[in-house]
C-alpha cells in the first residue's frame, strides 16, 4: 500500500485546517474583546483614583484652611483689646511697649499664617468684605467710600473670618 491509500489508524484524526484557523480567528477576536473591555476598566479606574487623590488633596487643604480660620478667630477678641489698649494714654512708657511688643508678635503670627486685615478709610465699600453699620452724607468722600472703621476685619486668603464693621459715606 502507498502512504495515499493508508488506512487510518484508531485515535488517527483526519486534519482540520480550515476549521482551526476559523477558531484560532474566532478566539483572536475574543481575546482582542476582553482586552480592550479589560483596558478600559483599567483607563477608568486610573481616572477615579486620580480624581479620588486630587479631591482628597483639596479637601486636606480645605480642613487646614478651616481649622486656621477657627483658631483665628478666637483670637481675635485679643487683638482687639490690644489695639484699644495702645490707643489709651499710658504713663508707664515700659509698661506700654510691653503691649506694643505683645501686639506686634501676634500681628507677626497672623501674617505668617496669613492673615490679613481688612477695612481702611478711603476703600470702596464691598459687601463681600464690609459690614455697613452707618450711612453719613460727607462731601469729603466719594459715593460708597469707608469713612470710619468701626471694628476691623481678617481674611485667610479669600476666605473672610470676621466681616470689618465700617461707616459708608454717601
Known sequence: MNKKNKPKQEGQEAPKHKTETLDLGASLKELEEKHNELNDQFIRLAAEYDNFRKRSTKEKEQIYSDATAHVVSQFLNVIDSLEAALELKIPDPEFKKGFELIYSN?????????????????????????????????????????????????????????????????
Open 106 to 170: 501676634c500681628c507677626n503670627a497672623f501674617e505668617h499664617l496669613g492673615v490679613n486685615k481688612i477695612g481702611t478709610i478711603g476703600e470702596h465699600f464691598d459687601p463681600n468684605v464690609h459690614n455697613a453699620v452707618l450711612h453719613v452724607d460727607d462731601e469729603n468722600f466719594g459715593e460708597s467710600e469707608v469713612v470710619e472703621v468701626v471694628q476691623k476685619g481678617y481674611l485667610i486668603g479669600q476666605k473672610v473670618i470676621r466681616h470689618a464693621m465700617v461707616k459708608v459715606a454717601n
